[in-house]
């Protein structure tokens, strides 16, 4: 069942309207550049992220607004294609330069069974969807997290959330992502997105997301003006 996905946050100085925004996604902030001059008004909205440093290759140097407008379009139009993967959902991001780029995250419902770090046959379907959409952007890095509910001790959890990032990465690598775009954390239960003490909010809490960056040479095409 494909999800349809509601928009939680608007940031004022990124996003001028929420009317406009797409349902694809809701903005948040994911390391400096951009972020930065959003202020700490708008970081205590969305909250603590300890993400940040980890997503995307921070270049050093200020990234004009013309690159990020490229870049933007060329993930919005991702962003897209992306959201026609089942029980998935696509949100937009801003990395450490202040670029745009594309989370996605998958249920470890689908993904995985308690417990368990193995991939199902449905997930190897959904995850062979997404590399066969990710096959024309290849100037991108992919973070994987994987994270858990808080039931069990945070060291089976570490290790648990570790092994399902893994087996995400490993399995894309399968299907033709290259390795050295692949990176994995797990990050047991630090990072809830709902309430633990219910069934319904560790089920939302069990879960893997993907983050798409782009990379030094989407980065520098976007600035010379050959990135298509």
Known sequence: MKKLIPIVLCALVLVPGCGNMSNLAKDSLIGGGAGAAVGAAVGALIGKDAKGALIGAAIGTAVGGGTGAIIGKKMDKKAAELAALEDAKVEKVYDANGLEGLKVTFSSGILFKTNKADLSAASKKELAEFANKMSDLKDTDITIYGHTDN????????KLSAERAASVAAYLKSCGIAGDRLKTQGLSYTDPVADNSTVEGRALNRRVEIY??????????AQNGTLQ
């Open 151 to 158: 039931t069990g001790s945070a060291a089976v959890n570490e």
């Open 212 to 221: 798409i960056t782009a990379d030094e040479n989407m980065i520098a095409a």
